[in-house]
């Protein structure tokens, strides 16, 4: 019985967490216009992107949380849609995205290097998405060699975010309270990674060891991260959470409804500043304003060092359509033009700390992402 004709209730069984991840097996994938579509079975851990039988399959965030259909991508254009049009995002998924774009340019393409640099250029501020594609491209024309460079980025992906959660767990028991309540945005879960999440996976972490007090999850307008995918997986993870509207952040820290908040990150500077979702900035100030930790969790591949400060970090403008309408519903007169950044930066001194999958940064004791080595694991190994 395929997913869509099954009853809506029992489409997403919240799976058991310890149930192993896995792929869900391809079905012959029915063709739609465009790459082939097809359900997701139940299952409880979803892998957000992967090479599967010679070309890449995704989750298409999109269609979440109603849907969870994966997209077979075969072209390099068929990917550079689907990464401008955020079926695939978020930072270290796109960073895996490009990498298996490059082996799909180097299979499909006459001129890979032409394909590749419209791949790289498709979304101009996680700097994971250029990144992931350098370090493919480094092996072009040799399309083994690209695709064990990309599957190499794919599993040290895996391997960063159960450091994260770690480390990031770890430091909230230095610096909050336990149980813990913890406030977020956008979807810095295994949505936005190949599995387990950044920030969100410090919650993953939090909920499995039992310190959970409760997630609270800003809805992340215009395109709704937060209350359409944090939400989901959230609920899938069966970890206690309430959804807010953006502006309500600053004020409910305010009021003590969070001990810490964690945000994931697009591009980190290398004096801290940090680039990452529109509304990231008025949560760090309201932070501060009443005195919880801001912690920023995000891979070393989002540490980008050839970038000096926030100023020169190119901030996606992503157009008037997304402000004025939502999901096809306008909400503003006709005409109406708007502002619409798809990110913020929080500039280093509103940052409490950075928490990556090798090490952590103190900015609150005047630590820098120079002072502090790479690869000093102050903490217990993360298998
Ligand atoms: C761990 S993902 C980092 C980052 O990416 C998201 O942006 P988008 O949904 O536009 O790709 C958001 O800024 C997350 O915090």
New binding site residues.
Partial sequence: MANTDRPRGERFRHGPLHEKPRWPEPERARRFAGPGVRNVGNVAFVRTIDWVDGAIELIDQTRLPDECVTLRIETVDELIDAIRR?AV??????GVAGALGVALAAATCADPAEAVARLRAA?P??V?LAWGVDRAAAHLPDLAAVLAEALRIRDDDIAACRSMGEYGADLLAELAPTPVRVMT?????GL??VER????GVVRTLHERGVLAEAIALE?RP?L?GARLTTWELARMGAPHRLVVDAAGPYLLAQGYADAVL????RIAANGDT????G?YALALGARRAGVPFIV??PES?VDMATPSGDAIAI?DRGAAEVVAVRGVRLAPPGTEAINP??DVTPHDLITAIVTDRRVIRLDRGETLTSVPHGERRHKAVS
């Fill in positions: 955020l995002r978020g930072a270290p998924a796109l979304r501020t996680a994971n945005i956008c979807n810095t879960g936005a990674t999440g950044t920030a969100l992340t395109l991260q945000i994931g990150a697009d680039a990452n979702k529109i990231s969790v995000a989002t996606e798809a990110f």
